[in-house]
């Protein structure tokens, strides 16, 4: 069985593009998740058009296979990992820029291009695509569309679905759609871009996309907050939205994280201090002018001391301390279980106080940094996969870092999908009637859940 | 069976909110579209509750019986109109607003509130809810949802899907879910809130809406541009933002419109200009004087002339000028076709030409206007309805309008949905793989096409 479906999809594109041995196998049976069951695939194919994509979908149609398809694999969810036998569909190879339309500030791209890519071709017409997650210089277009991934820009600019204008979709049943345009305003028939966006490649196959892109602002001004208190620094944020002010950026480190990072990269950030706040607004100089003021007397009026970045180098070497606090945080220990559990902005101290009861409460180390102008916090546990013992009490917090920001207001997820680690809390959310409705939807698309099977929702017993 | 339905449905939600006589199933057979065939229900029922809701749809499943959820009835696809027997869903009694919150710049409402209302609720705490569509006055933010309204301010602002961040939705079999929630960012579950947003009433009842709220724009300056020819228009449509000026508004009207327009509010509108700009941008004063100054620039670099409002009153003056655009040409003729047609920006010109083209051809007036910086035009034919002959000319033209923007990269609706009055086409921009796409979601959700049946999606043979 397993060499005529290689055969097969070796004849429909080519043996370049079909890998099959233990090597390429084992490359493929994980991603950027810790903690995660998986699989070896049957084989590893990377298409060089849609035409490829609708032929392998046929044939995995035809033989009842999974296909999962994948990017470079940075997710956070397990979303790319194979939880049965099937393919890895591997859109790397797809990667051409198709257009860049600064009169309609439009790009079209295939799945397989880099994030900044994009973003270094736009650039040539001082436009921007915003959307940056951490992993904005390796992931890929088609995975942060299939993600939806957010990143550090999204409170004044949103995330990833807020610039999918068109997709071009190969189905379960190997059909091709396409839903969307170039066009600014589109209410014909229901709005299936963005059903498609964030839905972790259950759904349908993303063969191409076209993003809006938006006039590159023209300056902008970095600060860094220190606070000796939590409730400081959350009483901050609310305060600058509450000012009228929205950054481009408003991240918050606490003590865990701040200590972490400056023994990392030696930004210099305040070890003593309870939180900072990196706030980065932008625009044109006269905004950038008039917004930081308002920053800093919020500031000021919350107990924090601010430092502005006077220069370029000082500016980049904050947001370098900020990029670190992930890989800063994952050298400390083996394993590295990041959440991103998120609260309306208004829960942000709350929520900070509920994790310090939570890590206090199993004995763990938890290092807490995020979108803080988003309420998407990044609670970081810091453990060994290999100690059983303490990963249940890891499993626990958990649970109830995820019914916290529930009762909160909150939700599951911010930006990293539910994949497989969320699964099991999804019905918390969306209670039994909220889950037979993605299962509705999945079987109408899928019926023979063949498109990334195990992740996000759950087939019915 | 239909005095066992009205008994039914009187001992579940009370005599007061169940009407059915004649007077009364007449008066919402109809809609704001015109040339739409209809039919008397059954019922109107006017629930007070979500309990309320639940109960009608559980009595319309057990009768299978059709349900027509309706708000203001303003929308211009026939979308709210009873192609069958069965329930009018009249939203209008579930009108509180149910809270604003400042701190997360969200608000929470039923869906029979106004449009306006909610302005004039937020706009206390110095907020704004951005969609405006011309009905704003009148319609409902539920029919609004419901329809995905565009209106003025979509090119920098977005459409009612933008600014929708969680929704309670009643199902066709009565079940109660909620998607979404106060959160910026969530990206748990397939993105229901947008695909219920829009969906025109097809696959679920919108019982409460949670919408994001912005910041009130400091000040605002408002231009008229006046142009000989339409293309020196277009010109300076994609000119402003290739300048990398997004204004609030950027508004055309043509020159049968301006006539039109003038002869009913004596706004001072040049008469013989070819096409006129209206133009606004807003936000803190250094920036409206920095993008003013810009569109100035561009205007007169494409042979307009340009006057800028410099008092309230005058600004004033030009958009009620613009709001008047459809009542004026509204009452030249006893019936009004009005379409909303969408291209890329790039093909505005190329699409007036089009529009110049058809009416010529088929020897018919039309006015066009429309949101010249979305692309989304709004064609409207001055016919009579009672005048076969001529009827027949405008159904041939509104095909060839359709075609005329889909061979330019465009869109069949922009802002005004697909409802029953463009069904026909939709095969056109979708192909009958999206058709059959569209039917399955629909399928899957409202499997007995209860809910606005006859609109948006075709139930196959």
């Known amino acids: 069985m397993n060499q005529k479906l290689i055969n097969e999809l070796i004849s429909a594109i080519g043996s370049d593009n079909v890998l099959y041995e233990d090597a390429d196998l084992v490359s493929y049976s994980y991603d950027a998740t810790p903690d995660m069951p998986s699989q070896q695939p049957d084989a590893v194919v990377t298409p060089e058009t849609t035409e490829h994509v609708i032929e392998i ?27 049965d036998k099937g393919i890895v569909l591997l859109m790397v190879k797809m990667d051409k820029i198709i257009e860049v339309d600064a009169e309609n500030l439009t790009a079209t791209v295939e799945p397989g291009v880099i994030i900044q890519d994009l973003n270094d071709a736009v650039s040539k017409h001082g436009l921007i695509y915003p959307p940056d997650p951490g992993t904005v210089k390796t992931a890929t277009m088609g995975g942060s569309v299939a993600e939806n991934s957010g990143g550090l820009r999204g409170l004044k600019y949103g995330v990833t679905k807020h610039y999918i204008m068109g997709l071009e979709i190969v189905l379960a049943d190997g059909k091709l759609v396409k839903f969307g345009g170039k066009t600014v305003k589109n209410v014909t028939a229901y709005d299936f871009v963005k059903l498609f966006t964030g839905s972790e490649g259950t759904l349908g196959i993303i063969t191409k996309i076209i993003v809006k892109l938006i006039p590159a602002p023209e300056t902008r001004k970095s600060m860094l907050a220190s606070f000796k208190t939590l409730d400081d620094a959350g009483n901050a944020v609310s305060s600058i939205v509450a000012g009228k002010v929205i950054p481009a950026t408003l991240e918050i480190l606490d003590n865990t994280t701040i200590n972490v990072v400056e023994n990392y990269v030696k930004a210099g950030l305040p070890t003593d201090a309870e939180a900072v706040l990196l706030i980065e607004v932008d625009g044109i100089p006269e905004v950038v002018e008039k917004e930081a003021k308002v920053v800093e007397e919020v500031v000021k009026n919350n107990n924090g001391d601010i430092q502005i970045a006077q220069t370029d180098a000082e500016r980049d070497k904050l947001w370098a301390a900020r990029r670190a606090a992930l890989p800063a945080l994952a050298q ?20 900070l106080r509920e994790l310090k009861r939570i890590a206090e409460k199993y004995d763990l180390r938890i290092g807490t940094f995020g979108h803080a102008g988003d309420g998407n916090l990044h609670p970081t546990i810091l453990t060994d996969e290999r100690n059983e013992e303490e990963m249940k009490r890891v499993h626990k917090a958990v649970d109830e870092i995820f019914e916290a920001a ?26 039994e009637e909220g889950l037979e409705v993605m299962r509705k939807v999945k079987e109408a698309l899928d019926p023979k859940y063949l498109l990334n099977p195990g992740k996000m929702v759950q087939r019915s017993e």
Not at 57 to 82: E, F, H, M, Q, V
Not at 335 to 351: G, Q, W
Not at 409 to 416: I, P, V
């Open 57 to 83: 979908a046929k044939i995995a149609d035809k033989y009842n296979i999974p296909i999962y398809t994948r990017g470079a694999g940075t997710n956070l969810s397990g979303g790319t990992i194979p939880i």
């Open 332 to 351: 400390v220990s083996p394993t590295t279980v990041l959440e991103d559990a998120t609260v309306p902005r208004s829960e942000i101290t709350a929520m």
């Open 406 to 431: 529930l009762k909160l207001g909150g939700t599951l997820t911010g930006e990293h999908g539910i994949g497989m680690a969320k699964m099991r809390y999804l019905g918390w959310e969306l209670g």
